[in-house]
């Protein structure tokens, strides 16, 4: 939506919306800011009035005492209004920085409390993606309400003083009898105000119009930061460097670089609109307005001092005061402006944030069992991912026997980790149950049901924390039950080389002494973490993908070793590596198309589990 379209009304829902939500993370911001901006503003005010009382007295009685005590009350309020000013000014700075790092929780904290199926969508994340682009080119969104807040709660309180010392202007009253007495006149104060009102508002029309302008770039000022958040950091990435060599990718990334980086060059949108003399117009129509306006306050101000209303003091006072307001009332209606531009980016961050969890969370509790009886069913389930048409399962039936290993087996694209996906209830199916212990899913509650599952996915991500706190997922952990994890999972001799055990840093993202490990070793940790779960049902899906067939088979055969009383489940391509599975299902086209054993499967001549141990052992027989 164009900012242009945006009401003003809409404007300000946005507006006290966003408000509201960055009172809830630092909540007094905003007063601070505009204790320090009221005190900043009328700071100039204290030294505008006691000068023009100064200079009436200079230009009258030339009382001694009378400007020594007016000097030191100048003094003494400036002092104090500064000292004030310089206070406020830095609680909120203080304010403002603490801000800036609390709202950055505010994305994080929606992403972790989302649906997954919404998380996993595109749309969603092309649309965070966007808020983020708009932050990081031009600050659109909850930024620029901060700056704008401090603009506004200035040239208000700029205006009210401002309009304290012009007040008397109006009512001062030109002595009867001189020719200049229709100053007096009502008409005469109206026609100032209206002059000065329109003369006023040419400047902010001026620059609002650039702003839109600004805004109406902002999808190439996206694709322009996607570029460079894509190309410009690249060349740091190490692990990259060997292909950027071998197949000179460099100059491909230097010339999308320089196309993200074009469209704020001299060749950008910007600049074409600013060489077609719309900045050059504005900014001449707002030096005219500003001349006329000056033109004609010293005109009345000065008339009516000559006429004998007031002293050449109060000169001073007027023409700074009027002068000041007006710089003010321009800053109101440009941040009112830059609010309605602002508004299509907040709208956007609300589309964001609105999101709704619609997922059933359950209310039941998932049975504490110490045997590990949890029974799983699959009953008709079928399944398709949001905006397609396409079933990833259709018709699904299965039943998991306790403690028993499964193996599910199948080509690229075939279900098997949509199947993983509904099991674990990161999606909920659109037809048929899944039911734990004769119960569906849906009932439990999700975090409770989420309990009984460790899983090791095939991209599988550890992060930059020391060893033992990702093997836990926790800061503190049990560190006895992390080592056994580990020497379960065959890390145990690489453990004994870590420099500082299970407090080594894994990668150097944060710690120039951590320790980078090898895919096999991030492997082992992964699966070592789903054992310090410890939970009833374990599952495997191709996190070995990436080692050889004979390091895969040893690791499922440890891993065999070791799943106990679990329910596993194998999901693999190498088919040699699930012999030892007391079952294996065949998905194709996202239905079960086989099960039986190993053997079982074999003897089916014209089965696909046969057609596909044929594909790959011909490889090795040879």
């Keep these: 939506m164009s900012s242009s379209k945006m009401t003003l009304r809409e404007t300000l829902r946005l507006h006290m919306r966003a408000f509201r939500t960055i009172r809830r993370i630092r909540p007094w911001l905003f007063a601070s800011i505009t204790a320090a901006s009221a005190a900043s503003a009328v700071t100039p005010y204290i030294a505008v009035y006691f000068s023009a009382r100064i200079i009436d007295e200079l230009a009258a009685q030339r009382r001694v005492e009378v400007l020594k005590n007016l000097v030191l009350a100048a003094l003494i309020a400036v002092g104090v209004i500064t000292l004030v000013s310089g206070v406020l000014g830095a609680i909120k700075n203080v304010m403002m920085a603490s801000c800036r790092i609390r709202k950055d929780k505010i994305y994080p904290e929606k992403i972790f409390s989302m649906d997954f199926a919404d998380l996993d969508d595109a749309r969603t994340r092309d649309l965070r993606a966007q808020i983020q682009q708009n932050e990081w080119w031009a600050g659109w969104g909850f930024d620029v309400f901060i700056d704008t807040w401090k603009a506004l709660a200035k040239s208000i309180a700029g205006i009210m003083g401002a309009a304290a010392l012009t007040f008397s202007l109006f009512v001062s009253r030109v002595p009867e009898g001189s020719s200049l007495a229709l100053l007096n006149h009502p008409a005469a104060g109206v026609a100032l105000v209206i002059l000065f009102g329109v003369c006023t508002a040419i400047g902010p029309a001026c620059r609002n119009k650039i702003n839109r302008d600004y805004a109406n770039i902002s999808e190439k000022a996206r694709f322009a930061n996607r570029l460079y958040g894509a190309f410009g950091f690249i060349c740091h990435e190490t692990h990259r460097a060997a292909d950027f060599r071998i197949y000179n990718q460099g100059p491909i990334a230097l010339g999308y670089l320089k196309t993200g980086v074009g469209v704020f060059g001299t060749k950008g949108e910007l600049a074409g609109k600013a060489r077609a003399g719309i900045a050059a117009v504005c900014a001449m129509g707002e030096m005219a307005a500003g001349a006329l306006m000056t033109g004609i306050v010293y005109a009345f101000v000065c008339l009516k001092a000559w006429a004998g209303a007031f002293g050449v003091g109060s000169v001073t006072q007027y023409v700074g005061a009027a002068t000041a307001l007006s710089a003010n009332l321009a800053k109101l209606f440009g941040s009112v402006g830059v609010l309605r531009t602002n508004a299509v980016f907040l709208k956007n961050i609300y589309e964001f944030l609105d999101i709704p969890n619609a997922m059933y969370q359950g209310s039941l509790t998932t049975e504490k069992r110490a045997d590990r009886r949890y029974e799983v069913e699959f009953c008709d389930v079928s399944f398709k991912y949001p905006g397609t048409d396409v079933w990833a399962l259709r018709h699904v039936n299965m039943k998991f026997e306790i403690g028993k290993r499964l193996a599910i087996v199948g080509e690229n694209g075939s279900g098997k980790t949509t199947f993983i996906k509904l099991l674990c ?62 020497g379960e999972a065959g890390f145990d001799e690489r453990l004994h080389t870590m420099p500082k055990g299970l407090d080594t840093m894994l990668y150097k993202d944060i710690d120039k002494d951590g320790v980078d490990v090898s895919g096999g070793e991030a492997q082992k940790i992964a699966i070592a973490r789903a054992l310090y779960k410890d939970a009833p049902f374990i599952v495997l899906d191709e996190p070995t993908a990436a080692l050889d067939p004979i390091a895969e088979a040893e690791i499922y055969a440890k891993f065999d070793e070791i799943a106990g009383d679990r329910t596993a489940i194998y999901i693999s391509h190498r088919l040699s590596s699930c012999k030892f599975c007391d079952e294996i299902t065949v998905f194709s086209g996202g239905s079960v198309i086989q099960k039986g054993t190993h053997e079982e499967l074999l003897a089916d001549g014209e089965g696909q589990y046969k057609l596909l141990w044929d594909a790959q052992a011909q490889y090795y027989n040879k």
């Design 425 to 486: 209830r990161l999606y909920d199916p659109q037809e048929g149950q899944i039911l734990l212990n004769g119960i569906d899913i849906r009932k439990y509650r999700y975090d409770d049901y989420m309990r009984i599952f460790s899983i090791v996915f095939q991209d599988f991500q550890l992060i930059s924390q020391p060893l033992g706190a990702n093997v836990a997922g926790a800061a503190q952990y049990d560190r006895e039950r992390a080592e056994r994890a580990l």
